[in-house]
């Protein structure tokens, strides 16, 4: 089993930055790629970021490209990303995950991944 906390959501500006944190606790997560998902208000939920176990790749939903970046620190059991230059429409909120020891290294699909955070709340103002 591998619990998931995830943080660092807030309220912040249109233009501003935001860093979220997701610390792995239980089995180790370092041979698992990991993601980000958020939910809008009203919305499903949707990807916005994956890396692999190592942390050499990485792939990101189209509408943040250029502005978030997900990175880990497998010797702290820890997935992180920076959210910079934000939008209103990236309020939501966002999930991190662990994926499925099988998948590849950056899965995109909900049904790729076996364990969840409980998710932390990012409201960006306009």
């Known amino acids: 089993q591998v619990q998931l906390a995830d943080s660092g959501g807030g309220l912040v500006q249109a233009g501003g930055s935001l860093r979220l944190s997701c610390a792995a606790s239980?089995?180790?997560?370092?041979?698992?790629?990991a993601g980000w998902f958020r939910q809008a208000s009203g919305k499903e939920r949707e990807f916005v970021a994956a890396?692999?176990?190592?942390?050499?790749?990485?792939y990101y939903v189209d509408s943040v490209k250029g502005r978030f970046t997900i990175s880990r620190d497998n010797a702290k059991n820890s997935v992180y990303l920076q959210m910079n230059s934000l939008k209103p429409e990236d309020t939501a909120i966002y999930y991190c995950?662990?994926?499925?020891?099988?998948?590849?290294?950056?899965?995109?699909?909900?049904?790729?991944?076996?364990?969840w955070g409980q998710g932390t709340q990012v409201t960006v103002s306009s």
């Open positions: 890396i692999s176990w190592s942390g050499d790749m990485t």
């Open positions: 995950a662990v994926a499925k020891a099988y998948e590849g290294p950056t899965p995109s699909f909900e049904n790729e991944y076996d364990y």
């Open positions: 239980g089995r180790t997560f370092s041979s698992h790629a």
